[in-house]
């Protein structure tokens, strides 16, 4: 990527992440002064729940079949390599990451079969949270004081994103893991802020927000792609000096 390039991805990724950092001190605000009338609205848990089930289903499919992602919208998306991450990811298959020592951090190893460690803990975390809400917003089922529900789902969101930008934490245990406390993080905190404050508008916009943070945690995941090629002494590398996008 050139060096233009280079500065509006950052600058992206700055604004992404202070919009992110905002919203999770807003969610946690709309928990600990729910001021905001109730809404009376007949449907919510059943749209809300239906809402939030789908996004945690698409996770699910997009960490099943990642190649099927590679045609999101260029906004996110390098032209110059997208030929080469098809191709990676029918070579590598689960693992979807070149075969290179640099990316050993990335993969979850079972037995002979190795996994993309972030997007399969990103598809354990959601089939969690599908089943933790659909027990919330279609069984009733009662998860306690809501502020100590949504402390818990931050610090779940904030592992997640923040795991990318922490080398201590380049391990695929740890990638693996704060993946699942990411989403099921998102989910604690949907259902303490429906508990709060019973509002279908302020559910929605939370929902809007998870789906922000995903994208931001895409991002952050993308640029410790380019990092890890950056710092890759192997001269033969298609991907090295450039990155993966």
Not at 69 to 82: A, E, S
Not at 100 to 110: F, K
Not at 143 to 164: E, F, H, K, R, Y
Request: net charge positive; hydrophobic share 45%; charged share 10%.
């Amino acid at each position: 990527m050139n060096s233009d390039k280079v500065k509006r991805a950052n600058l992206l990724l700055i604004f992404l992440v202070s919009i992110s950092v905002f919203g999770l001190l807003l969610s946690n605000f709309f928990v600990f002064n729910p001021s905001m009338p109730e809404e009376t609205f007949a449907y919510r848990n059943l749209t809300i729940g239906t809402i939030f089930g789908l996004v945690c289903t698409l996770g699910i499919l997009a960490a099943l079949f990642p190649s099927s992602c590679l045609v999101i919208p260029q906004f996110w998306k390098n032209n110059r390599n997208y030929r080469y991450q098809s191709n990676m990811h029918k070579e590598n298959g689960c693992a979807h990451h070149p075969s290179c020592e640099n990316y050993i951090t990335h993969v979850l190893s079972i037995g002979n079969s190795k996994f993309c460690a972030t997007c399969y803990g990103l598809m354990v975390g959601a089939i969690i949270a599908l089943i933790s809400v659909s027990l919330y917003f279609f069984g009733g089922l009662s998860m306690g004081n809501p502020v100590i529900i949504v402390l818990i789902g931050t610090t779940g969101v904030a592992l997640g994103l923040l795991q990318s930008a922490l080398p201590k934490f380049s391990n695929s245990i740890i990638r693996f893991f704060a993946s699942i406390s990411f989403v099921m993080g998102t989910s604690l905190m949907l259902i303490s802020i429906d508990s709060a404050t019973n509002s279908f508008s302020i559910d929605l916009f939370f929902i809007i927000l998870s789906i922000l943070w995903i994208l931001t945690k895409i991002k952050l995941s993308q640029e410790d792609h380019r990092l890890t090629c950056l710092k890759c002494s192997t001269k033969s590398c298609r991907n090295n000096k450039k990155g993966i996008r």
